[in-house]
């Protein structure tokens, strides 16, 4: 209820009656307000209609809030997966990494050829473990199994998966691995810029890491011999397939011996090459028969078709 607390000073002294709705009762409340009071009342109606609106954000607020804590002391709570840091089962776990990788790198030892040299020595394998996160928290497991993830090769950076298959709760995590293959390859001996033919004094045999690039080790020097660099390459590092352009055997217009296998045979044909005969790719061919083959340029003025 609003009471004016002053002397009424305009010519209309006549009061007026302002209804509001019932308040849980039958009775009608009435307020009188004089023409004076009315922009009092009004900026007394306006301030609270933003104190309950300021009202009702403070308590969404506070229920936000109350949910937020209840949920992550509900989570904390009934997450037995916290319960023990991997800091505690990391000398058990890299136990069973270091298992594995040695059972698998037993087992692919044998594929793995040495150079065609006869006094090359055949590549030797090392394993790197590396670190979990600290901060990551395990469960309790009675019986965690190590495996090697789908699609994961044993070899570079790498991981080995750790799967826990009996506890109260089951988890799965990554071990990252460094798997190192130490074999002789060729290495730059000095500075070689883009686009310099590359030539007996600029490479040599040494031992390298052939696994430390997802692109092949150059290996023997009629691998390298008379091809150029793509980049700039620094002295005591390791030659790559990457590094290399691409050798161009035959230009099109060229004449070009064809070289047929099959499963127990090998024929012999000629043909003019329709596409420069670049290594590694697929040069067009057109056969002394009419017929346009897809073939593999090998040597000058030579490509393979296998069928």
Known sequence: MVIA??????????????????????????????????PHVLRLT???????????RMAAGVWTVMLTVMLTVGLLGSGPALAQAAGAEAPGLSGLVADLLQRQTQAQSPALQAPADGEAQPPRVEVVLGELDPRLKLAPCQKVNAYIPQGMKLWGKTRVGLRCEQGPVRWNVFWPVTVKVWGTALVVTSTVEPGQELGPQDVKLAEVDLAESTSPAVLSLPEALGRSSQRRLQAGQSLRE??????????????????VKGAGFMATSEGVALAHGDEGRCARVRTS???????????????????
């Open 289 to 307: 028969q009419g017929r346009v083959v897809c073939a593999r340029p090998v040597a000058d003025g030579l490509a393979e078709l296998t069928l």
């Open 5 to 38: 607390w002053r002397e009424n000073m305009s010519r209309n002294k006549r009061a007026f009656p302002a209804h509001f709705q019932p308040w849980g009762g039958a009775q009608a409340r009435t307020v009188v307000v004089t023409m004076s009071d009315f």
């Open 46 to 56: 306006q301030a609270s209609r933003w104190c309950c609106a300021a009202l009702r």
């Open 242 to 259: 990457s590094d290399l352009r691409a050798r161009r055997w035959f230009f099109a217009g060229d004449p070009v011996r064809l070289h």
